[in-house]
């Protein structure tokens, strides 16, 4: 069955480094997402992103993070400086059509530790 | 505000009982889904309900939707010890466009 990749599984960094986390959308989808959870908190929406630019994105989604389509494949969250409070589980997600008719596909998630 | 606010936080039973949670949404919606979270896997979505809908079945899980009290419940019905997890209710907000948004979730144990 077609799936959400997501790599790495794990990435620990210090503060103010750079970090991108890369996700393979499943193949014949259109529209593409990032989440995060903080541990133990609810799942929150950061951007979307369609016919290569973004649609939407959210108040924690600021000048810091930015998301690239590279290629026909990979779908990619940079976080350019980074913050203790950035330490999350981020989710890549996809869908095939229009948020209003279908449902999204989830990857298992990049869980980041930010020290 | 905060869309999708699942009840109860947390559901402890035993294995072979119900278990029915609740989500209550404040604005109005195109749909509502509910998804399931294993510890520290992705989310897996389990159910989509449309706004026009009231009740929905799939397998041993039972959706309900009012849309006059903005509230969902999910039902599993002969619960297994294979069904703890979280469950997430999220909404598609009319006004928000083409995205999810998720409520806080209900952790459910069942003990076997």
């Known amino acids: 069955e077609p799936e959400v990749t997501q790599t790495p599984s794990h990435q620990v960094t210090q503060m103010g480094q750079e970090v991108i986390l890369r996700c393979v959308p499943i193949?014949?989808?259109?529209?593409f997402y990032w989440y995060r959870q903080i541990l133990g908190q609810k799942v929150e929406f950061l951007v979307s992103?369609?016919?290569?630019?973004?649609?939407?994105k959210s108040e924690i989604f600021d000048d810091q993070f930015s998301v690239e389509r590279p290629d026909g494949s990979n779908f990619t969250l940079k976080i350019r400086s980074t913050k203790l409070e950035d330490s999350a589980m981020y989710f890549c997600?996809?869908?095939?059509?229009?948020?209003?008719?279908?449902?999204?596909?989830f990857g298992e998630g990049s869980r980041l530790t930010v020290l | 505000s905060q869309q999708g606010e699942e009840d109860p936080q947390a559901l402890s039973i035993q294995e072979g009982e119900n278990a029915t949670m609740n989500c209550s949404y404040k604005?109005?919606?195109?749909?509502l889904q509910w998804y399931r979270q294993n510890s520290g896997r992705g989310l897996v979505h389990l159910i989509l309900?449309?706004?026009?809908?009231r009740e929905k079945h799939s397998g041993r899980l039972r959706v309900t939707l009012d849309t006059s009290k903005k509230s969902s419940s999910l039902l599993i019905t002969a619960s297994r010890a294979a069904d703890t997890a979280s469950y997430f209710c999220?909404?598609?907000?009319?006004?928000?466009?083409?995205?999810?948004?998720f409520g806080a979730g209900t952790i459910l144990r069942v003990k076997s």
């Open positions: 992103f369609y016919n290569n630019e973004i649609s939407e």
């Open positions: 604005t109005s919606i195109n749909n």
């Open positions: 999220a909404t598609v907000p009319m006004e928000y466009g083409n995205k999810l948004v």
């Open positions: 997600a996809s869908r095939d059509r229009p948020s209003n008719t279908g449902e999204l596909f």
């Open positions: 309900i449309r706004s026009n809908e």
């Open positions: 193949s014949n989808h259109l529209y």
